[in-house]
């Protein structure tokens, strides 16, 4: 395993669209054992292959949400081989999203808050489930990045420059902290 250089914004690779995963097979299973062992240590819940550089219809989720409030963290790792929304509810909520590719900056967006969505794990095992709540958010996310879609892009005009200019500053920053 090994952790991979994760792409970020504003990187033309990132607005790719990934093609369909052809095998579930060994070489695809060490590339999800990079990707987990890439947004643990980030750290994050979800993760695209496009964001290491792999145009595939492959995402990691692991929201890590402990068993009670202010417990420890629970890992649920989750694979998504070329996953698909086949419904989703009208209603939409809001929640504060960031991004692995958008480092340090967070802005609300509004999705549906239910979904119907199909996908295949790491065995190539097909599944169809109702989501909802946080898995939900996070996997309309992931499922932008197969699109070359970003966060931001659900922002206003106004909104996303603001965030692309505040990302620009922090990355400024940090390279006077290592110099
Ligand atoms: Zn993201």
């Known amino acids: 395993m090994a952790i991979r250089p994760i792409i970020e914004a504003p990187d033309p690779r990132l607005r790719v669209v990934s093609e369909p995963v052809a095998a579930v097979d ?15 240590d980030a750290p994050g819940i979800g993760l695209a292959a496009v964001q290491v550089g792999v145009p595939i219809r492959l995402l990691v989720i692991d929201l890590q949400e402990p068993e009670e409030e202010g417990g420890e963290p629970v890992r649920d790792p989750r694979v998504f081989v070329n996953p698909e929304i086949l419904w989703h509810s009208d ?22 808050d239910r979904i ?29 990045h197969l699109n070359g879609v970003l966060f931001i ?3 206003s005009r106004l909104k996303r420059d603001m965030v692309l200019k505040k990302l620009a500053k922090w990355r400024k920053e940090q390279a006077l902290k290592a110099a």
């Open 26 to 40: 060994d070489e695809l299973r060490a590339l999800i054992a990079d990707m987990f062992e890439t947004m643990y």
């Open 153 to 155: 892009d659900h922002l």
């Open 116 to 144: 119907r969505a199909r996908w295949q794990d790491g065995k190539g095992n097909t599944y169809e489930e109702d989501i909802e709540g946080l898995l939900a958010v996070c996997l309309q996310h992931e499922m932008d």
């Open 91 to 112: 209603s939409e909520v809001p929640y504060t999203e960031g991004c692995l590719s958008v480092p340090e900056q967070y802005a609300e967006v509004m999705r549906p």
